[in-house]
C-alpha cells in the first residue's frame, strides 16, 4: 500500500505534526486524519515529499504538496507548455498500443519515459511511473500535470480505470487529438495565404507612403506654384506625412488599441461581446458556429462512450467549448438532465444548435445509441468545416488580391492627378 508524507495541525492543542500514513490515495489519508482530530494542512505522496525536500537543500526552493480541497495548477516544478498537441497525442497512442498489447502499465510508462526526447515532456512521463510504482493510479499522477492533462484527458482515464479499460480510452483520446490537430492546421494552413498577402500589401503600401509620396510631393509644390492638388491626392500626402512624421505614434497608439481590446476581451462582458460577435460574423461566423458544434458533439460523445457519467460529461465538455454562449447552452442543458429531462428538449430550447443536432441527438436517446449519434454528427460538422474553409480561402484569396490593387491603385491615381493638371497646364 503505498505512503504517505502528511502536515496536519492537532485540533486540541494547535500543534503542528509531520508524519507518514499509509493509505489507498491522498482522499483516504486525508480522511483518516480527520477521524483522529487533526486539520490537513499537505498530503503528499511520500516520494514526492522527499523529492521537495531534496531540492529544498541543495538548490533553496520549496515545493508545494496538494492542499486539501485544491487542485494543483503546476505539476512538481515541471515545465508543462514545453509539451506540445502532437507530443500529447503521439505518446497517447503509444501507450494505448502498449497496453492492448499486454505490457503492464508501469512497465509501458518506464519504456515511453526512455524514449521520449522532448525535455519537458520526460521527467512527467518518469513521475507518472514512479506514481505507479509507488502504488498509486494513473489519475493521481496525471492530475499533478493541468497543464499537459486537461479535464477531458483526466475524466476519461479515469473512467478508463474504473472500467478496466485502459486501452479503449487512450485508443479515443488518441482519436480526438488527432482529429483536433487535423482540424486546427487546415485552418491554420488555409490562412497562411491571406496572411502573406496582407503582410505583402502592408509592405508595399508602408514603402510608397513613406518614401515614393514625400518625392511627388516636392514636385507638385514647386511645380504647381501654391495651386490647389485635388482632394484625393491631399488625402493620400496627409496620410503619408503622418505615417512618416509621426510612426512612433501612429504604432503607439495602434499597439494600445490592440492591448485595450485584449484586455477588454479578458472581462466577462468583453468576453461575452467577442463571443457573440464571432457567431454573427458574415461567413466566418457560420464557420464558427460549426466548429464549435463539432467540438462540444465530439467530446461529449468521447466521454459518454469511455464511461464518463452524462452530467460529469456536460461539465467537462461546458469547460472546453471555447465559447461563452456555448457554455451558458450546455450549462442550461446540464440542469435539465439533472433534474431528469433528456438532452435534445433543451439543446433545442437554446436556439444556439442547429434543429438537425437536437433532432439527431434525441433519436440517440431513443435508440440507446447516444455516444455513436454524437460522434456521427461531429464528423459531419468536421467535414463541413473542411468545405467552409476550401470556400473561405478560395473566397479570401482573390479578394485580398482586389483589396491590394485597390490601395496601391488609389496612391498611384492620387499622384497622377496632378501630374495630368500640370501636363494640361503645359499646354
Same mark, same amino acid.
Given at each position: 500500500?503505498?505512503?504517505?508524507?502528511?502536515?496536519?495541525?492537532?485540533?486540541?492543542?494547535?500543534?503542528?505534526?509531520?508524519? /507518514?500514513?499509509?493509505?489507498?490515495?491522498?482522499?483516504?489519508?486525508?480522511?483518516?486524519?480527520?477521524?483522529?482530530? #487533526?486539520?490537513?494542512?499537505?498530503?503528499?505522496?511520500?516520494?514526492?515529499?522527499?523529492?521537495?525536500?531534496?531540492?529544498?537543500?541543495?538548490?533553496?526552493?520549496?515545493?508545494?504538496?496538494?492542499?486539501?480541497?485544491?487542485?494543483?495548477?503546476?505539476?512538481?516544478?515541471?515545465?508543462?507548455?514545453? /509539451?506540445?498537441?502532437?507530443?500529447?497525442?503521439?505518446?497517447?497512442?503509444?501507450?494505448?498500443?502498449?497496453?492492448?498489447?499486454? @505490457?503492464?502499465?508501469?512497465?509501458?510508462?518506464?519504456?515511453?519515459?526512455?524514449?521520449?526526447?522532448?525535455?519537458?515532456?520526460?521527467?512527467?512521463?518518469?513521475? #507518472?511511473?514512479?506514481?505507479?510504482?509507488?502504488?498509486?493510479?494513473?489519475?493521481?499522477?496525471?492530475?499533478?500535470?493541468?497543464?499537459?492533462?486537461?479535464?477531458?484527458?483526466?475524466? @476519461?482515464?479515469?473512467?478508463?480505470?474504473?472500467?478496466?479499460?485502459?486501452? /479503449?480510452?487512450?485508443?479515443?483520446?488518441?482519436?480526438?487529438?488527432?482529429?483536433?490537430?487535423?482540424?486546427?492546421?487546415?485552418?491554420?494552413?488555409?490562412?497562411?495565404?491571406?496572411?502573406?498577402?496582407?503582410?505583402?500589401?502592408?509592405?508595399?503600401?508602408?514603402?510608397? @507612403?513613406?518614401?515614393?509620396?514625400?518625392?511627388?510631393?516636392?514636385?507638385?509644390?514647386?511645380?504647381?506654384?501654391?495651386?490647389?492638388?485635388?482632394?484625393?491626392?491631399?488625402?493620400?500626402?496627409?496620410?503619408?506625412?503622418?505615417?512618416?512624421?509621426?510612426?512612433?505614434?501612429?504604432?503607439?497608439?495602434?499597439?494600445?488599441?490592440?492591448? #485595450?481590446?485584449?484586455?477588454?476581451?479578458?472581462?466577462?462582458?468583453?468576453?461575452?461581446?467577442?463571443?457573440?460577435?464571432?457567431?454573427?460574423?458574415?461567413?466566418?461566423?457560420?464557420?464558427?458556429?460549426?466548429?464549435?458544434?463539432?467540438?462540444?458533439?465530439?467530446?461529449?460523445?468521447?466521454?459518454?462512450?469511455?464511461?464518463?457519467?452524462?452530467?460529469?460529461?456536460?461539465?467537462?465538455?461546458?469547460?472546453?467549448?471555447?465559447?461563452?454562449?456555448?457554455?451558458?447552452?450546455?450549462?442550461? /442543458?446540464?440542469?435539465?438532465?439533472?433534474?431528469?429531462?433528456?438532452?435534445?428538449?433543451?439543446?433545442?430550447?437554446?436556439?444556439?444548435?442547429?434543429?438537425?443536432?437536437?433532432? @439527431?441527438?434525441?433519436?440517440?436517446?431513443?435508440?440507446?445509441?447516444?455516444?455513436?449519434?454524437?460522434?456521427?454528427?461531429?464528423?459531419?460538422?468536421?467535414?463541413?468545416?473542411?468545405?467552409?474553409?476550401?470556400?473561405?480561402?478560395?473566397?479570401?484569396?482573390?479578394?485580398?488580391?482586389?483589396?491590394?490593387?485597390?490601395?496601391?491603385?488609389?496612391?498611384?491615381?492620387? #499622384?497622377?492627378?496632378?501630374?495630368?493638371?500640370?501636363?494640361?497646364?503645359?499646354?
Amino acid at each position: 500500500m503505498p505512503r504517505f508524507a502528511y502536515t496536519a495541525i492537532e485540533q486540541a492543542s494547535g500543534r503542528e505534526l509531520q508524519g /507518514v500514513l499509509e493509505g489507498t490515495s491522498i482522499e483516504a489519508v486525508i480522511a483518516v486524519l480527520k477521524t483522529r482530530g #487533526l486539520a490537513p494542512l499537505e498530503v503528499n505522496p511520500q516520494y514526492v515529499a522527499e523529492l521537495a525536500r531534496a531540492r529544498k537543500k541543495s538548490a533553496g526552493s520549496s515545493t508545494v504538496g496538494v492542499r486539501p480541497g485544491k487542485r494543483r495548477r503546476r505539476g512538481l516544478n515541471f515545465p508543462g507548455s514545453g /509539451v506540445k498537441t502532437k507530443e500529447l497525442a503521439v505518446f497517447t497512442r503509444q501507450l494505448g498500443t502498449l497496453i492492448k498489447a499486454g @505490457m503492464p502499465l508501469l512497465r509501458s510508462l518506464e519504456v515511453l519515459s526512455r524514449q521520449e526526447r522532448n525535455s519537458h515532456f520526460n521527467p512527467v512521463i518518469a513521475a #507518472l511511473a514512479e506514481t505507479i510504482r509507488s502504488g498509486g493510479t494513473l489519475s493521481d499522477g496525471l492530475q499533478q500535470y493541468p497543464r499537459i492533462f486537461d479535464r477531458l484527458y483526466l475524466n @476519461m482515464v479515469k473512467a478508463g480505470e474504473a472500467g478496466g479499460v485502459l486501452e /479503449v480510452v487512450f485508443d479515443r483520446l488518441a482519436q480526438f487529438l488527432e482529429k483536433s490537430m487535423r482540424v486546427r492546421g487546415r485552418i491554420k494552413s488555409a490562412l497562411t495565404y491571406p496572411l502573406i498577402i496582407v503582410l505583402v500589401a502592408t509592405g508595399i503600401v508602408s514603402a510608397l @507612403m513613406v518614401f515614393v509620396v514625400p518625392k511627388f510631393e516636392v514636385i507638385f509644390a514647386s511645380t504647381l506654384k501654391g495651386q490647389p492638388l485635388p482632394a484625393l491626392t491631399q488625402v493620400v500626402i496627409g496620410a503619408s506625412t503622418l505615417l512618416k512624421n509621426h510612426a512612433l505614434l501612429t504604432g503607439m497608439l495602434g499597439l494600445g488599441m490592440y492591448f #485595450l481590446i485584449q484586455f477588454w476581451g479578458r472581462t466577462k462582458s468583453g468576453t461575452k461581446s467577442l463571443h457573440g460577435l464571432q457567431l454573427h460574423l458574415p461567413v466566418l461566423g457560420d464557420l464558427f458556429l460549426k466548429t464549435a458544434i463539432a467540438r462540444f458533439t465530439r467530446t461529449f460523445g468521447t466521454l459518454l462512450s469511455s464511461g464518463v457519467p452524462i452530467l460529469d460529461a456536460l461539465r467537462i465538455t461546458r469547460d472546453t467549448s471555447g465559447n461563452v454562449h456555448v457554455s451558458a447552452a450546455i450549462t442550461a /442543458v446540464h440542469d435539465r438532465v439533472k433534474e431528469g429531462d433528456t438532452v435534445a428538449v433543451p439543446l433545442r430550447a437554446t436556439n444556439i444548435f442547429p434543429d438537425m443536432v437536437p433532432s @439527431m441527438i434525441e433519436v440517440g436517446e431513443e435508440t440507446g445509441a447516444l455516444p455513436e449519434m454524437l460522434t456521427r454528427i461531429a464528423d459531419g460538422y468536421d467535414e463541413e468545416v473542411d468545405h467552409a474553409v476550401d470556400a473561405l480561402t478560395s473566397l479570401v484569396e482573390p479578394l485580398m488580391i482586389v483589396v491590394m490593387a485597390f490601395m496601391v491603385g488609389t496612391i498611384v491615381i492620387a #499622384l497622377f492627378l496632378p501630374i495630368v493638371r500640370i501636363i494640361q497646364s503645359l499646354g
